[in-house]
């Protein structure tokens, strides 16, 4: 989480712990005052977007995405604090604009409102949510909470959460687990029947993505500038098999075969010529990959 943009020694520090962009995700924080804020000539939030876009983009060899948050606005509309009377209160203040309407919120008597009222519209919602709320204050509490809700991010946050990170925490269990087993197959004084499991494990194709994930994983920290890395990254990304060759999600059978016999063939050229013990590897998963769809 980072206010502007974030530090180079906080970007280092994550790279030092492992996080790759398969579990790492950026959050753009307070973005209802992002620059000129509330009053300003431009939606804050509209801005913090465009920010975050570019961040992610920065930031793609280490952040899956970035994410503007206002958590103010989320708390206020998800905790039931968003009443009638606010937006009737809000709605008191349709006809202020722009600076007289600044002015009243720093004023020691905000007529036409109460001191009591002005703040706690300043607690719950912040300028921004006094200046874009007025909108939607007419519709009542409800109409109001649910546009709060909307604009503070934290919804995108909660479906990034729950419907990408789920499936990488899953594969990043997996790794765990099978790197747990690499090591007893050594030390385990049944380390031959172990040894035999390790082996099913790696020829097992409902582990591939398991494998794809630990390539790319060990990619990113040793060299991140790979061109295999996008390669590894639509493997995991794309939910189908012709997506994740860059084909049409309907693309026939026969077509999809025939790429991935084509990127076969070129991994296979490209392990010849050998490179980094990272590129190594994932060259090795790619042609176990490619090999099993060519087959299927």
Not at 201 to 220: E, M, N, P, Q, T
């Amino acid at each position: 989480m980072f206010r502007l943009d974030p530090r180079a020694d906080e970007i280092a520090f994550l790279r030092e712990l492992g996080f790759t962009p398969l579990n790492t995700l950026g959050v753009l924080s307070r973005a209802d005052t992002f620059g000129e804020g509330a009053f300003g000539d431009t939606d804050p939030l509209d801005e913090a977007a465009r920010h975050a876009q570019v961040l992610a983009q920065q930031l793609s060899s280490t952040v899956m995405t970035v994410v503007p948050v206002s958590g103010l606005l989320g708390q206020t509309a998800h905790c039931g604090q968003v009443t009638e009377h606010d937006a009737r209160t809000l709605q008191q203040l349709a006809h202020i604009n722009g600076f007289p309407l600044a002015d009243l919120l720093d004023s020691d008597a905000p007529e036409p409102l109460s001191e009591g009222d002005r703040n706690r519209l300043l607690g719950n919602y912040a300028e921004y949510g006094i200046v874009y709320g007025r909108d939607h204050a007419a519709g009542g509490a409800d109409t109001l909470a649910s546009w709060m809700m909307h604009r503070s991010g934290v919804p995108q946050l909660s479906r990034v959460l729950h419907e990408a990170f789920r499936f990488y925490a899953t594969l990043g269990r997996a790794d765990r687990l099978l790197a747990e087993f690499d090591t007893l197959a050594y030390t385990h004084p049944a380390r031959d029947h172990i040894r035999t499991v390790v082996h099913q494990a790696r020829s097992d194709s409902a582990l591939l993505h398991v494998w794809v994930f630990r390539a790319l994983k060990g990619l990113l920290k040793e060299d991140p500038n790979s061109a295999l890395v996008a390669e590894l990254t639509a493997l995991l990304k794309q939910p189908t098999v012709a997506q994740q060759l860059g084909l049409p999600a309907e693309a026939p059978h026969q077509q999809v075969r025939a790429i991935a016999q084509q990127r076969l063939a070129r991994v296979q050229h490209h392990a010849i010529q050998g490179g980094s013990a990272a590129e190594d590897t994932a060259l090795a998963v790619l042609n176990q990959v490619y090999t099993a769809i060519s087959r299927s």
